[in-house]
């Protein structure tokens, strides 16, 4: 069973910066894609970024140029540096990792983060 837990959400003004950061435990297997999406009141949940394990990068083009994701394994944390964000960007954040293992697919999420961009 894996485990993710977010933070790092919150309320900013527009142009502001924040970082986000999910926690995983349990067991992972490679090769694994590990993605930040986002949800706003009324519309469905949509990628954002998404980081496989062998160090592909991909993000949604709203948001490129403006966030980074990037991981520290030891710590077996993925983070989403969201900076100079914009009103449309308000959303509750989830963090996600799938994988595949012997036939079965496994995809797990966290229990999301709100971020609010407002002045």
């Known amino acids: 069973q894996v485990q993710l837990v977010e933070s790092g959400g919150g309320l900013v003004q527009p142009g502001g910066s924040l970082r986000l950061s999910c926690a995983a435990s349990?067991?992972?297997?490679?090769?694994?894609?590990l993605g930040w999406y986002r949800q706003a009141p009324g519309k469905q949940r949509d990628v954002v970024a998404t980081l496989t394990s062998g160090g592909t990068i991909n993000y949604t083009d709203s948001v490129k140029g403006r966030f980074t994701i990037s991981r520290d394994n030891a710590k077996n944390t993925v983070y989403l540096q969201m900076n100079s964000l914009k009103p449309e960007d308000t959303a509750v954040y989830y963090c996600n990792v799938f994988f595949s293992r012997m036939g079965m697919r496994y995809s797990y999420w966290g229990q999301g983060t709100q971020v609010t961009v407002s002045s």
């Open positions: 349990g067991s992972i297997f490679s090769p694994y894609v």
